[in-house]
C-alpha cells in the first residue's frame, strides 16, 4: 500500500517523542482454551460421560460396569495469516537537513518513527486477529472477515438448544436489540437461562460487545439506587469490565465490535485456558501476532515491517452451556 502523508506542510526537524494515535483494544486470551502448534492443524479433545448410579444391596460383585463415555476431537486447521508494510528509508529521515550534513545517502532511519509505526502496526494486526477470532465469517463478503468463520458463527450452526432434539445446540435468549434502558435485564437473562453449575463454575463469565459495554457503562452511571449497582473497573491487560455484576464477571470481547449484529452480542459461559473453556482456539505461538520483524530489504533502501502468525477457533459440542442473545 502506498504511504498517506497528510498535512506534511512544515519543513523542520522531526522533533523528539513524536504522538502517536491510541487506539485501545482488550486482550482477550483469557477467555480460550489454548493450545499451541508447530504446524498448521491441532487438535483439541472435549470428554463427557454418564454415570447412573447402582443398587448394590445384592452385594459388590453384583458391580457390572454402566454409563457411556465420549470422546470428541477438535480437529482446527489454522488460517495462516500476516500483514506486511514497506517504507522507503527517506520517509525515516529524521531532518530535511541531510545535503548539509552527512548527505542523503548516509542518513539514519529515526527509531521513535520507525517504533512509533510498528507499534500502530502491531496493535491494528491484533486486533484484526481478535475481529476474525468472534466476528469471521467465510461466507460474509467481508474481505477482512473471510478468511475463517469465527465464534458467533460457529455457536450459531450449532442451532437452539432443545433437550430431546438437539442436544448440542446452544442456549438462544430471546433476540431483543439492547439499550442502556434493557442492558442490565438482557443480561440477566443469559444468567438465568444456564445451570447453576455452570453460572457458579470458577471460570464462569458474561462476555459482552464494546457496543454493550458501553451501554452497560451508561447504565450503571445513575442518581438513584447507586449502592445497589457494579462499580465498572475496566481491565484492558484481560479484558474485564466489571469484576462484580451483581455477582458475576464481565468482560469485553473487542472483535465483537467487527460487525454491526455482533455488537449486539451477550455471551455467558465458562470461558477460561482449561478443558471445561466453551471456546477452544488453536495457534502456532501466541504471542506471534504481537512480535513484528523489522528488516532493511532493497540495498538498505527500505525497511518492512512484518508479522505473519496462524490461529482456528472452535466450540465444545455442548453448546447448552454457552448462552447468547443471536
Known amino acids: 500500500m502506498a504511504l498517506t502523508i497528510t498535512n506534511n506542510t512544515y519543513d523542520g526537524v522531526l522533533t523528539p517523542g513524536m504522538s502517536s494515535l491510541i487506539s485501545i483494544g482488550a486482550n482477550d486470551y ?6 499451541t502448534s508447530s504446524g498448521s492443524k491441532v487438535r483439541l479433545s472435549y470428554v463427557d460421560a454418564t454415570a447412573p448410579l447402582q443398587d448394590l444391596s445384592g452385594g459388590i460383585c453384583t458391580f457390572a460396569d454402566s454409563g457411556d463415555r465420549s470422546l470428541v476431537f477438535l480437529n482446527l486447521d489454522m488460517a495462516e495469516l500476516g500483514t506486511q508494510q514497506t517504507a522507503c528509508i527517506s520517509e525515516l529521515f529524521n531532518t530535511d537537513y541531510a545535503s548539509a550534513n552527512a548527505g542523503h545517502l548516509s542518513q539514519e532511519v529515526d527509531a521513535a518513527l520507525a517504533n512509533s509505526w510498528a507499534e500502530r502496526i502491531i496493535d491494528k494486526f491484533s486486533k484484526g486477529m481478535q475481529n476474525l477470532r468472534w466476528s469471521g465469517d467465510t461466507g460474509s463478503g467481508v474481505a477482512a472477515l473471510a478468511y475463517q468463520d ?3 458463527k460457529l455457536i450459531q450452526a450449532l442451532g437452539a438448544w432443545v433437550v430431546t432434539t438437539n442436544e448440542t445446540g446452544y442456549q438462544k435468549v430471546a ?3 439492547v439499550t442502556a434502558a434493557n442492558v442490565v435485564a438482557e443480561i440477566q437473562k443469559h444468567i438465568a437461562i444456564l445451570p447453576f453449575e455452570v453460572t457458579s463454575h470458577s471460570g464462569f463469565k458474561i462476555v459482552v460487545a464494546p457496543g454493550v459495554a458501553g451501554f452497560l ?9 447507586v449502592n445497589n449497582l457494579p462499580l465498572v473497573d475496566p481491565d484492558l491487560n484481560t479484558g474485564r469490565l466489571m469484576s462484580n455484576f451483581f455477582g458475576f464477571p464481565v468482560y469485553v470481547a473487542n472483535g465483537l465490535g ?3 449484529a455482533n455488537n ?3 455471551m455467558a459461559g465458562i470461558f477460561e485456558d482449561s478443558s471445561e473453556g466453551a471456546i477452544k482456539w488453536g495457534m502456532n505461538q501466541p504471542s506471534d501476532e504481537k512480535n513484528l520483524e523489522l528488516k532493511l530489504v532493497s540495498d538498505g533502501d527500505e525497511l518492512r515491517f512484518r508479522i505473519a502468525t496462524a490461529q482456528a477457533v472452535a466450540v465444545i459440542p455442548d453448546g447448552s452451556q454457552i448462552a447468547m442473545n443471536i
Not at 483469557?30 to 493450545?35: C, D, E, F
Not at 457503562?217 to 442518581?223: E, F, H, R, S
Open 258 to 260: 467487527a460487525t454491526a
Open 217 to 225: 457503562q451508561t447504565a450503571v452511571m445513575t442518581a438513584t439506587g
Open 264 to 266: 449486539n452480542v451477550i
Open 175 to 177: 433476540t431483543t436489540v
Open 150 to 152: 469465527g465464534i458467533v
Open 30 to 35: 483469557n477467555l480460550w482454551h489454548s493450545a
